[in-house]
Each structure stands twice: as structure tokens, then as C-alpha cells.
């Protein structure tokens, strides 16, 4: 039995969207809050981070099941290059609680969702 | 036995949109990456129990009633026997009791609902497998 084939794939899968509804979803309220659309709440950073961890480890354990199915899936390739930056950003210059900074990691993370998404519909 | 819910699946099943929606090359994704997007807005928002985001929250929510019911016409007799489905559309149902819970269990509520919503990621994610 494979990795692949096993229960564990899907679980493993649902935890990592359960780490995105936590990591992109407390990104996205601090985003919002920084352009005025709604006001602040919080604390949200151990939440942000908490995602974070279980979404790199995750994403770490389904990238190491098939390395040869991400290697070739073009989705995959966007989804990486853009989380590179969107992570790069996040720690960098969204620090700065700018009206651009906000949209920037709005649209950056957005993107990754997207392309990730897409993974499973440019399997090859 | 009539069975109400199978003949409004067999009812989807037969019209034209759900043959539309089924052969369309990029339909589908991109309703489903719009579903996945609203995850993350509707996700956060309940992490943060805060009233103020009361019409953020809503707004998350009808996004993704109504793009789950695109995707649910988009194969509406698969999904009818999947049996991840029938346990996502049970989570949901206990997920919208706990919001009549008297306000003394509002504690109990918000972790009931927490885990119940990750029940309902693991349940959506396995519909793809099964």
C-alpha cells in the first residue's frame, strides 16, 4: 500500500486546508482591518502562526509522498514560486501595516490558494 | 419509498446546467478555487469570536452556500452517494443547532462548532476520493 492510496492522503489533506482556513483566514483579517474594512480584532498572530506550522508540515508530508507528481505539475510550480514571495512578504514588508502592504498580501495569498487549488486539476 | 432528496438530485442531474457545468473545462476549478478562497475569509472570521465581524462572517457564508450548490449541481447523483457528503451535510446540520444554544453554553458552542467545522473540511476533502 502506498502512501498515496492509503486513508492517510486525504486526512493529511484536510488538516492542511484546516491550517489554511486558520492561516490565510487570520491573514485576511488583519489585512482587512489595516484597509479600514472591518475593525480590529485579535490577538491573531498565534493563530497566523499555529496555521503556518501545520500547514508547512503538511504540505511538507504530501510534497514528500509524490515528489514526482509536484515536480511536474505546473500549478504546482506558480503555487511555489508565488508562496515564496508571499511568505518573503509577509514577514517583511506587510510588518509595515500599509494600505499597499494589505492589498499585496491579500492578492499574493489569494494567488496561492488559487494555484493550489489547481494542483489537482493539472495532474498529469 | 419516495425520497425527496433523491428526486431533487435526479431532477439536477437532468438539466441542462449540470450538463454544462460537468464538461466545461474551467467551470468547476474555478468555482471550487472560489470555494476554497472563502474558506480562508470564513475560517479566520469564526477563529475570532467578535460580533463585530458578524456580516463578514455572513458574507463568507453565502459565498459558500451558493458555490457549494453550483458544485453540488455540478455532480448531483455522485454526491447524493457519497457517504463523505451525507457526513458533511450532517456536520453542517449540527454546526447550525449550535447556534441556538442557549447563551449560557456559548463557550461550549464556539469549540463545538470549531471542531465540528474541521469535521467538515475532513469530510469535503474525502468526497474527492470517494
Known amino acids: ?124 | 419509498m419516495f425520497n425527496p432528496v433523491l428526486e431533487v438530485a435526479r431532477f439536477l442531474q437532468d438539466t441542462s446546467l449540470r450538463l454544462e457545468l460537468s464538461q466545461s473545462t474551467w467551470t468547476v476549478p474555478i468555482i471550487g478555487a472560489i470555494h476554497v478562497l472563502t474558506i480562508a475569509w470564513f475560517g479566520g472570521s469564526i477563529l475570532v469570536p467578535n460580533s463585530q465581524l458578524r456580516r463578514f462572517r455572513w458574507i463568507g457564508l453565502a459565498i459558500l452556500l451558493c458555490t457549494g450548490f453550483l458544485l453540488f449541481w455540478s455532480q448531483p447523483l455522485r454526491l447524493y452517494y457519497s457517504q463523505f457528503f451525507r457526513a458533511k451535510v450532517l456536520l453542517l446540520v449540527l454546526i447550525s443547532l449550535c447556534a441556538f444554544l442557549p447563551s449560557r453554553f456559548a463557550r461550549l458552542g464556539f469549540w463545538g462548532s470549531l471542531v465540528l467545522w474541521a469535521g467538515v473540511i475532513l469530510a469535503s476533502r474525502g468526497i474527492a476520493y470517494r
Do not use: C, Q
Open chain 1, 1 to 124: 500500500m502506498t502512501f498515496e492510496n492509503s486513508w492517510l492522503f486525504p486526512v493529511i489533506e484536510s488538516i492542511h486546508v484546516t491550517g489554511l482556513a486558520a492561516f490565510v483566514g487570520t491573514i485576511v483579517l488583519g489585512d482587512l482591518h489595516t484597509l479600514g474594512a472591518i475593525p480590529k480584532v485579535g490577538p491573531l498572530t498565534r493563530w497566523t502562526h499555529a496555521g503556518l506550522a501545520v500547514m508547512l508540515a503538511t504540505g511538507a508530508a504530501m510534497f514528500f509522498s509524490d515528489t514526482s507528481r509536484y515536480l511536474h505539475n505546473p500549478a504546482f510550480h506558480v503555487k511555489f514560486a508565488i508562496l515564496l514571495v508571499a511568505l518573503a512578504a509577509h514577514f517583511t514588508l506587510r510588518r509595515r501595516g500599509t494600505r499597499f502592504t494589505a492589498i499585496l498580501s491579500l492578492i499574493l495569498w489569494s494567488s496561492v490558494v488559487v494555484a493550489a487549488r489547481a494542483i489537482a486539476d493539472f495532474d498529469v
